[in-house]
């Protein structure tokens, strides 16, 4: 999530938005009444959430709400999850969830992975689940190709243009990025 929020931050500012406070909150925290007054303060025009617990996400709108919060709330993928919803009941009317997949599609190469994670692990396959999966098939496909050779490897990866995965299909520029 550093990567992500430094991203936002960096990218929000070029857009001649600022980001006005970065909140932060802990891993166990399931009260977050201290950092919402915080924002509330600010009268931000939106909030965005980058929590890694679908849960806690869910339990921070439903706070917000509680409290008379109703900024437009932002979340990304890990709020794509039936925890999130559990947790947050009718308060996740209107949040906006930005996704690299799509858990809901009817696509057979989701469908098919999803039920044996399922028969496997007896729960979902959130975003970090598919995307693990993703890339490793990728990387077992160039060794499949290249043998167990680093470069040949890095080379059959640079070679790839596009990628048919589980999450949809990837297109690749000329640095690797999707």
Known sequence: GRVGIMEFIQGARRLGYPVLIEQRFLDKDSDFHDQLLKIQELSPQAVVIWGNDPKQSGLIVKQMREMGMNHPIFGFDRMAHP??????????EG???ASSYNPDT?????QTFRQRYQERFKEEPDA????????MNIIVQAVKKA?????RIRDALFSLKSYRVVT???????????
């Not at 043998?147 to 470069?151: D, I, V």
């Open 106 to 110: 009817d696509d057979p190469v989701w």
């Open 83 to 92: 925890l999130f919803l559990e947790a947050v009941g009718n308060a996740a």
């Open 128 to 135: 970090f689940a598919a995307h693990a999966y993703d890339g």
């Open 95 to 97: 949040v906006v969830v």
């Open 147 to 151: 043998g167990l050779n680093r470069a």
């Open 168 to 178: 949809g299909q990837i297109i690749f520029d000329t640095v690797m990025n999707d």
